[in-house]
């Protein structure tokens, strides 16, 4: 099996983008944090109309910010952990679709580094370089795991057909290629790196959660889509040995609802400044001189930073982590993560509401499009329920029980 | 008379606004009052979501739901009245608003002009009001405007010309004013002093705009009353201001339908999970997870304790009405202070829990599960909570009485 | 056998005094009430020198209040429950260790009314209305429930011997006879109440938590106890149907609890008036003007009053209950009274803990004896784990399940 | 020199006060001072619940600990100390306070006055105080009064009288004056500034009383200091509100020392209640009960993040060292208010929790596990959490910068 004979069915679209190469992680936060000006003056729009935001996502990916976890042996910037999720967090502050689309593109190039082959990982980490964008089609309805799915991967002749249908596949409609989650007939969990425009894939947008609106976290089809035995990444030995794969994809998530977080709390300090107007009782001249609403701030502040410095907490335990970690260090981090979940949704949640208790009726009106803050937070913070997370945690620290490993999570 | 499409500007010449009232039932008492609040409940549920959606104004729903004779439940025994216990109306407007919450505020203002009419009327305004309400009229709200200071700030003017009066300004927030026959205006004299003059919307220089666009409580119709040198004879003219100026019980009524909305949105979203849970194939996971087994029962309990207090400040109010003096009203101010401060609780709580229970398909747009949230978030601002754990604290800390004004 | 032949071994003390028959709920509070001011001027000093309330409790029976729930039949007042949830929490304000000791004594009098014979009702009845005070002797170390039991009544000739050992007896040290939980050869619970200086019953004051100090709550051994016939209720018969016993107790502990809680809060507003200092920033001459100070006992008050109103609905359904409810009605009352719990639980513990932050340092100093309303709320919320209230309650309303019966509880 | 019973009422002329200095162990680095922390605290830890039930004041302990070197973490480098990061001062204290709440508190203010030392001393003040802790030298404080009007007001005078200093007054709160070497005592001077005085508790005219009788923190011996004509040499004498006039990090150093106290508590109270529930029979059930499960991972996640906050504050702290102004100490004055509401939280939260999932079992008197809840409740009171909300907010909210004083 040789990439060398890998030809998409078409040229794929990133090849024609002149991609920056970011030099270090420095330059990759000033360059998040320049797109996430521009990103964030049209998100209330894009929500309303439910746009997607293509050519923000053509900048975002053409920055060179979707290759920064790239490894350094392949020309890659090899980020860390705590950069990454900071870009996340930055993003998803301006526009938190705009954040959540490339979470499964760094989950699949994680994936590729920890089981590609050497020809796999020089070619698709040059592709990802060169400005390539990979989707995802994982989730089915109605599965608990991976060992359920009803999409398989079956030889024919020299290649493979794969079938099934996929949902909740946030970033495939962007995609260049879209990696699928299929079991083979040894029910052994396989990922199919599908370029798009390859017969039988169809990728349709029927996302219809309330928040979220512009991520197009739609449904995938395959039908007999035929596909070269190169494609196929046995991501299923990640699971079989312990890795931080899970880990690194619950810490997006969580960089994602951090960065929702401080966008509600932004525009909190703002309205209350600008526009709220003292509340009668108060016998203060502004809004923003209510001694009950300041209190209410510190307490968003103080909040807001913890969850952050716990965030950080856990990516620097991922970064600190061992090329193969043992099965404790794993649960290690695992748990780390969870408590940076806990409270980056608790905080998403608790800004996203009280972002209209202190900035008062005004804030619901429509034209501010507000509420597509907390309507993003209660939705994206839906993922995996964070109540069982105080249980894996508790079950760690007073049980040493160490929490399950999920695949594709 | 409902329109199944309302252009989101319309003048007030529109259905509703203009009509001559139709002829209500009369309630007997609060027994008959909460009956006929669950039959009216169980029609307005079914389409709820839908008028939401469309941001479709409930026209035909609420000359239903005054055609009932529930809008006059508060007017005295002497006039001709049921009376019905406050306690009685709040579950009235909880059982609406389960069903459909901008229905239960929409008569808010409502029941807070009336008790401004029981304050401050002559007994000819009173015979007159009352009798109109019984007969099905409904009274809308000109009060609150934007721009100004605080809530407490009006531009809107009012002066006597010859044997009339003028009104001209700007009203924002005028829940009820598009479906009402009448609407009560506030304005501010020649001597600074507040005035409450009751208009009709078909009258010269009045108009009523439906603007309102707040993503919460959408079919309140919330929206403008503009009153461009509107005339207004002397008998529909009544102080206002010094309905604060000596106790009444004005502001606690206002209030607890205030808080009793909330209630019913909390309720609704409670049992909407429920619903949810109990008929999807993932809720049987969610139903036997023993963690999420105690969050709803953390609901229930915090459900149970707003009804509670809401009950308690009912019958509080009611001690106010039979003996209306400064400690009474205090006591009143501070009971439905209380009750509001868990009501709005309870509501965000509940709204917020809906979608942690029931997990990323209670999202799906199609089923507008977050119009509880909106409504709720929306609703509980109209005054703003923290400064009820204030005026609570300052009762029974430095026993300071609660400042009187329309939200306490 | 005839109640005519019972004889005790020694005269019970309560001939000896003479007790009113409270005319009315009104004057059984006014009673209470006034007790309550006696027995709060030196709980703090009992506290803390873990002084048995001998003569208080001799006033406390003395005047009436343990009869109040002796039915109207047998010449009693048959108060409602509101009410005696109402002396509760009047007593428990002013003192909590005196509060909880008659819990059992009411509980006792309930288990004869369901299922005492009609002499032994009139027997024991009198007895009550006389001033005869019922202790308990329940629980047992390492134990789950009745069945369990280790305490054992067996037949000798025409009497019966006890055997055991029981902890937790709260009361039993002031009682004029002991109810004693024991197996039948049958396995079925018997409640035998055993007068104090029967020969083989000893009571051991050995109850050490840091809580609740003061009520005697210790250990009681039978030796052999020869116990007469007529002494026995065959409680067990009130488990095998649907009895209001289990939320009757429940509602005396929850009472308990709201006691403390406005004990709490009455002397954080007494402190804060006459003793705090205003802290440097909040720039106003007296602490009690501090407005974050004001909105916390704010939040407080309406805690407190939600858990009283959530209290009294429970005792409404409790006394709005059919003599022979079914199982529906019971479990009705029983998650009523569990929502009863969880409020009183909570504000016991809020308010005991704010006191200190809305008070000050000052009010830590052992003179002031401030602590003991803590560590009484801590130790008497302990009963049985709130947490499992809330699943209890949850299980009842999302998916119609009706809680377990506890016998005892 | 450990004293088995003190009596309640001792002079200051008693074992630990008025002895010279032990020789002190020099601490190379942060890693070190880490090391001595852990190694003492396994000591510490052994009898720490056997002093708080005797009230036996830890003499011999505190000797250990200044003797270990700890106490000279923040003399800074040109003065020949190891100048630890405040991360690590915090790390420290927090370790030694996990094993005994009380002796981690006592050098809060010894910290305290070093950074007044650093602000406002002259350099042969500093090198001749540098040099006496170096040596192992202990500090305390005289610094609050009760009965005053707030904790800023103070009665203690000051004046100059021919060659030296008189001080007259009467302190309380003195933690760490039992034990201390050297006394320094605020005091308002003729033109009503506050100066700082420091006397050796042998010093004719001072006397260190043992009456602090809180029911937490037991053993810190916070009590009275009473100053009667004392007689102090103008070495002795530098500037105390100048420390605030100016920015320093005093107030933010003297604040995440208690911070760190109050982390150390929480962290004993959650490894009492796993040590308790793995220890007994009864626990067993509670282990495997999957919602005392999750209220345990709910305290360690906001153990974690008090821990994370306090982290954060201490390099912030830093930070503001390398680089004093009024910008950097207003950003580590609402860091370090945002670790202390934190710490507070989770301390109070953990202490309460530690009953709730241990049961009526882990009441028992002589296991002593409330005294964890004392000391937590006790401890966070210094100075109200309910301001540091109110800083923090002001903060982010009006840009306004935190107030200058001790306690932020």
Redesign the interface.
């Known amino acids: 099996m040789s990439l060398a004979t890998v030809h998409p069915p078409e040229p794929v679209s990133a090849n024609s983008r002149s991609v920056p190469i970011l030099q270090s992680e420095a330059e990759a936060l000033a360059v998040a944090r320049h797109l996430a000006t521009e990103f964030a003056s049209e998100a209330a729009q894009r929500d309303r109309t439910r746009q997607l935001p293509h050519s923000e996502l053509d900048r975002f990916s053409g920055s060179g910010l979707w290759a920064v976890s790239v490894p350094k042996q392949y020309g890659g910037l090899e980020a860390s952990i705590v950069t990454i999720t900071e870009i996340f967090k930055v993003i998803s502050a301006a526009d938190s679709s705009i954040g959540q689309i490339p979470h499964n593109h760094f989950c699949v190039v994680d994936a590729i580094r920890l089981d590609g082959t050497e020809t796999q990982k020089e070619f698709y980490f040059g592709q990802v370089l060169a400005g390539h964008r990979f989707g995802n089609a994982f989730s089915e309805a ?1 599965t608990k795991n991976v060992q359920d799915f009803q999409t398989q991967i079956r030889p024919e002749g020299s290649h493979f057909l794969v079938n099934g249908r996929k949902f ?1 596949s946030t970033g495939a409609l962007f995609a260049d290629s879209i990696p699928v989650g299929a079991l083979d007939e040894e029910k052994h969990g396989q990922l199919v790196i599908v370029p798009k425009g390859t017969p039988g894939l169809s990728v349709v947008d029927d996302w ?4 979220q609106r512009t991520t197009a976290s739609g449904s995938v089809t395959l039908e007999n889509v035929r596909v070269q035995p190169e494609w196929i990444i046995p991501a299923y030995r990640g699971f079989d040995r312990p890795t931080f794969t899970g880990p690194l994809s619950q810490i997006i998530h969580s960089a994602i609802d951090a960065g929702i977080a401080q966008a509600a709390i932004e525009e909190t ?1 703002r309205f ?2 600008e526009r709220s ?6 016998k203060v001249e502004r809004a ?12 968003l ?2 909040r807001l ?3 952050q ?2 965030l ?2 856990a990516a620097r335990i991922l970064d600190a982590g061992r090329e193969t970690p043992d099965d404790k260090e794993v649960a290690f981090a695992a748990v ?1 993560v969870a ?1 940076a979940k ?2 980056t949704t608790e905080i998403a ?1 608790l800004a996203t ?1 009280k972002l ?2 202190l900035a ?3 804030s ?4 501010h499009g507000l ?1 597509r803050l ?2 993003n937070a ?2 994206h913070t ?2 995996d ?11 760690f ?3 040493d029980v160490l929490p399950p490993r999920h695949p594709w999570n | 008379m409902s329109s199944p499409a309302i252009p989101s500007q319309i003048a007030s010449d529109q259905p509703g606004a203009s009509c001559a009232p139709s002829p209500a039932g009369r309630v007997q008492d609060d027994q008959e009052a909460l009956a006929l609040a669950h039959e009216l409940a169980a029609h307005l549920c079914l389409e709820a979501s839908l008028r939401d959606a469309r941001r479709q104004l409930p026209f035909a729903e609420i000359e239903k739901y005054s055609a009932s004779g529930l809008w006059a439940l508060t007017v005295p025994k002497e006039y001709g009245g049921p009376a019905v216990s406050i306690t009685t109306l709040a579950e009235v407007t909880a059982i609406i608003s389960e069903a459909d919450s901008s229905i239960g505020q929409i008569p808010q203002n409502h029941y807070y002009m009336l008790e401004v009419v029981r304050a401050n009327g002559t007994a000819e305004q009173k015979q007159q009001i009352y009798e109109l309400v019984l007969s099905g009229a409904r009274l809308g709200n000109a009060l609150s405007e934007v721009g100004t200071k605080t809530v407490g700030h009006y531009n809107t003017r009012i002066f006597r010309q010859a044997d009339h009066f003028i009104v001209s300004g700007r009203k924002y927030y005028s829940t009820g004013a598009l479906f009402a026959h009448y609407i009560p205006i506030v304005a501010r004299d020649e001597t600074d002093d507040l005035l409450l003059a009751i208009v009709r919307p078909d009258d010269s220089g009045v108009q009523v705009i439906d603007d309102w666009e707040s993503f919460g409580q959408r079919t309140t119709g919330s929206g403008s009353t503009v009153l461009d040198n509107v005339s207004v004879q002397p008998e529909w003219v009544l102080p206002y201001e010094q309905a604060f100026r000596v106790p009444t019980a004005v502001g606690p009524i206002g209030q607890i339908v205030h808080a009793a909305v909330d209630l019913g949105i909390a309720r609704a979203a409670i049992n909407e999970l429920r619903n949810f849970l109990r008929s999807t194939r993932r809720g049987d996971s969610v139903t036997a997870d023993p963690l999420a087994v105690s969050i709803y029962g953390d609901l229930v309990v915090q459900l149970h304790a707003a009804e509670a207090l809401l009950e308690r400040a009912g019958h509080i109010v009611d001690f106010l009405l039979a003996d209306t003096c400064e400690s009474t009203l205090a006591l009143a101010s501070v009971a439905v202070a209380e009750a509001k401060a868990a009501t709005t609780q309870i509501a965000l709580f509940s709204t917020n829990q809906l979608f942690e229970l029931g997990g990323l398909d209670s999202t799906t747009e199609a089923l507008n599960l977050n119009r509880h949230w909106r409504n709720a978030r929306a609703h509980t601002l109209h005054d703003p909570v923290r400064w009820k754990y204030m005026a609570v604290g300052n009762y029974y800390l430095n026993e300071v009485y609660p400042p009187r004004h329309g939200a306490l």
Chains 1, 3 share one sequence.
């Open positions: 109605g909740y219809s959660g309330f928040g300090i209350v400044r107007r003292p509340w009668i009782d108060s923003a001189d209510d001694p009950l609403t300041i209190s209410q701030i510190g307490d502040q103080l930073h913890a969850a410095a716990v950080e907490r780390a408590e806990i409270l949640i509401n209209f208790e008062g009726t005004q619901t009106l429509e034209k509420d907390w309507r209660r939705t839906l993922h329920p964070v109540r069982w997370k105080y249980h894996a945690i508790g079950n620290y007073l049980n």
